[in-house]
């Protein structure tokens, strides 16, 4: 859409421009057909963007500081793109999802205790009432059993909380095994971290 289109849909979003006839009515769909289509293609230009950057992250440049032996690199500015430092850190991810099916979390939080990280689980109770049973979800917890109401126990850790006892297991030389890794939704490894120099 060329610009006078675009021009001529802001006219029309304006509070005066009340009863907008048929011709005005297409333009404006069209405006939106056409930021529709850009909006997805921004939305998969990104995509392959973060992919990309997290290849480089997580993967190429950990490789390759390690076989150039560094942890650390300057890249002087050049033209517009400002002085960055590169350097290379230790990384830490853990997650349960929730849409892992019920023997994988069990598992999974069988190896939180067995790590010694019983502490960070937290039991949810989950309680579903008809619409007009308000009165009902505001009793006590305790009382639900007695009542017959179903309530569901889950398990859950948040993955800020996970990820940080895991790193913490690590760095007191606690690092789990792959196997107890793979049962927490849990990824140990190497990351280069890029930040731009401040101008003095």
């Excluded at 293609?41 to 440049?61: F, M, Q, S, Y």
């Excluded at 790590?115 to 989950?126: D, E, S």
């Excluded at 059993?145 to 990820?163: C, F, K, N, S, W």
Aim: with cysteine.
């Amino acid at each position: 859409m060329t610009d006078d289109a675009a021009a001529q849909v802001a006219r029309m979003l304006d509070e005066d421009a009340r009863e907008p006839d048929l011709a005005q009515v297409r333009v404006a769909v069209k405006r939106r057909c056409d930021l529709g289509v850009q909006k997805r293609d921004l939305e998969e230009r990104l995509k392959r963007i973060n992919t990309e950057v997290n290849e480089l992250d997580h993967r190429v440049l950990p490789q390759l500081f390690a076989e150039a032996g560094v942890s650390i690199i300057g890249v002087p500015a050049d033209g517009n793109t400002p002085a960055f430092e590169a350097r290379l850190a230790d990384f830490y991810r853990a997650v349960i999802p929730a849409n892992w099916d019920d023997v994988k979390r069990d598992a999974a939080f069988e190896v939180l205790e067995r790590l010694g990280l019983k502490a960070i689980i937290k039991n949810v109770v989950t309680v579903t009432f008809a619409r007009d049973e308000f009165d009902d979800a505001s009793e006590l917890v305790s009382e639900l059993e007695a009542r017959g109401v179903p309530a569901i126990l889950a398990r859950t850790v948040h993955h800020m909380t996970l990820t940080s006892a895991v790193k913490e297991l690590c760095e007191v030389g606690r690092r789990p095994s792959p196997g107890e890794l793979q049962a927490i939704g849990a990824f140990v490894g190497k990351i280069v971290k890029i930040d731009e120099e401040k101008e003095d």
